[in-house]
């Protein structure tokens, strides 16, 4: 069955240290889509990432980087030098067969 | 920004009442998916249109409908309203016939009292 699991419910750091949040999926499918999103208070989801399963390479934004193991389901997202405005809501998701679940979320909080 | 623009923003409806959700997909998106999100959660999906056809749907009942128009403008319905249907409701629209949901809008905020 589809699923994705977010682990950490809500994670807080301190202002320029990196954090990472954690994303496993499961999907009987061969092809799919992975994403991340961005939830800040006002509500409207950002995206920043989809990365397809046949491409395993992992990618760098900026301070964001994120890391796509097919060899154990997951997909995690580092934020290097975290900032105050980096806190929102993370959202992983899976998309295939025309079907998209999202994770719980993780709650990033980071302090000044 | 994502040119993607809900209405109305926040509504307040009455149990057992019937709510009409739309969205205004950015331009040159002919893919429109509807999303649930109640408070707490990830957002759920409901299903989505690609040029005016159902193409995908969520564990929805059928009370949970939809349209999408030839300028793919889309509409969700819910009828028979129930408490557990507040939530906010989210739109996306995607460029191409895949099932990626990309840009969202902010949502409409619906209370069922």
């Known amino acids: 069955a589809q699923k994705v699991t977010q682990a950490q419910t809500e994670i807080s750091v301190v202002e320029k240290e990196d954090v990472t949040l954690d994303c496993v999926y499961e999907t009987r499918d061969t092809t799919y889509y992975l994403f991340w999103y961005k939830q800040p208070p006002s509500g409207e989801l950002v995206f920043l990432i989809r990365r397809n399963s046949f491409d395993e390479q992992n990618e760098i934004s900026g301070r964001y980087s994120w890391n796509f193991q097919k060899s154990t389901s997951s997909f995690n997202f580092t934020i290097t030098a975290s900032q105050v405005v980096d806190s929102a809501v993370y959202f992983c998701?899976?998309?295939?067969?025309?079907?998209?679940?999202f994770g719980a979320g993780t709650r990033l909080t980071v302090k000044p | 920004e994502t040119g993607v623009t809900q209405s109305p923003t926040h509504l307040i409806k009455t149990r057992g009442q019937q709510v009409t959700l739309r969205c205004s997909s950015q331009s040159g998106h002919n893919t429109v998916s509807w999303y649930q999100q109640a408070l707490g959660q990830g957002p759920q999906f409901i299903f989505q249109y690609y040029r005016e056809e159902e193409n995908g749907r969520g564990n929805f009942p059928p009370r949970f409908s939809g349209l999408q128009f030839p300028n793919y403008s889309s509409e969700l319905n819910v009828n028979a309203l129930e408490l557990d249907d507040s939530a906010l409701y989210l739109c996306?629209?995607?460029?191409?016939?895949?099932?990626?949901?990309?840009?969202f809008g902010e949502g409409s905020w619906l209370t069922v009292v």
């Open positions: 996306a629209s995607s460029p191409g016939g895949e099932s990626l949901a990309i840009y």
């Open positions: 998701a899976l998309n295939d067969n025309n079907d998209m679940r």
